[in-house]
């Protein structure tokens, strides 16, 4: 089992910034992957970005690309998201969620086994 659990949401001002973490623990040795997810009120679940737990391989949704920077910190077993010139749309909880294979799609939300419990984003206007 992995255990994840998200920090760092708050309200923010549009064009402002804000970094969300994850911190992993169990089993985190399985892990192959990270991913951001996020859920605004009356959407369904989206895919943001995602980054291999060794290596370099990262992905991006195009609505965050050039804005969102996913990142890690294998010591702490932990992946953060830097968010830069957010924008209302970006109002969510974002989901921190971890995955075991590698033959799964970054946006494919159902291949992921982790999942955190979510931290409020909010960018007022």
């Known amino acids: 089992q992995v255990q994840l659990v998200e920090s760092g949401g708050e309200l923010v001002q549009a064009g402002g910034s804000l970094r969300v973490s994850c911190a992993a623990a169990?089993?985190?040795?399985?892990?192959?992957?990270m991913g951001w997810f996020r859920q605004a009120p009356g959407k369904e679940r989206e895919f943001v970005a995602g980054i291999a737990w060794r290596g370099g391989a990262t992905a991006y949704a195009d609505s965050v690309k050039d804005r969102f920077t996913i990142s890690r910190d294998n010591a702490k077993n932990a992946v953060f998201l830097q968010m830069d010139n957010l924008k209302p749309e970006d109002t969510a909880v974002y989901y921190c969620a971890a995955r075991s294979n590698w033959g799964v799609g970054w946006s494919n939300g159902y291949g992921y086994d982790y999942w955190g419990q979510g931290t409020q984003v909010t960018v007022s206007s």
């Open positions: 169990g089993r985190t040795f399985s892990i192959c992957c």
